[in-house]
């Protein structure tokens, strides 16, 4: 089971700036799908953003393109969400998410709206934006 762990969350004004990043330990396979998610109050949990550790390929949900940068750095295994222009619909409890199957971040996971089946979860950390 894969351990994940993140952090950078806070309060930020509409339009400001945010970096998120998740630790990861504990990878028993090849590569991973690695998976940003939010959950806002009262409704379901959402996929942002996802990339496979073996490839530079990435997916984003419609809401976050052009402002929503994931990446990673699998030397420190970390992962990365870099928001800008934020809004205050992106206030939520942000997750990251691991699962060594490679279709969950893949074209076909994308068309299929971005689902959270994937094994292994994060804490989350808050991520608030005012208006």
């Known amino acids: 089971q894969v351990h994940l762990v993140e952090s950078g969350g806070g309060s930020v004004q509409a339009g400001g700036s945010l970096r998120l990043s998740c630790a990861a330990s504990?990878?028993?396979?090849?590569?991973?799908?690695m998976g940003w998610f939010r959950q806002a109050p009262g409704k379901e949990r959402e996929g942002v953003a996802a990339?496979?550790?073996?490839?530079?390929?990435?997916y984003y949900a419609d809401s976050v393109k052009g402002r929503f940068t994931i990446s990673q750095d699998n030397h420190a295994n970390t992962l990365y969400l870099q928001m800008n222009s934020l809004k205050p619909e992106d206030t939520a409890v942000y997750y990251c998410?691991?699962?060594?199957?490679?279709?969950?971040?893949?074209?076909?996971?994308?068309?299929?709206?971005?689902?959270?089946?994937?094994?292994?979860w994060g804490q989350g950390t808050q991520v608030t934006v005012s208006s």
């Open positions: 990339i496979y550790t073996g490839g530079d390929s990435a």
């Open positions: 504990g990878y028993t396979a090849s590569h991973y799908c």
């Open positions: 998410a691991a699962d060594p199957l490679r279709v969950l971040c893949s074209g076909a996971w994308y068309l299929a709206g971005m689902k959270d089946d994937y094994n292994d």
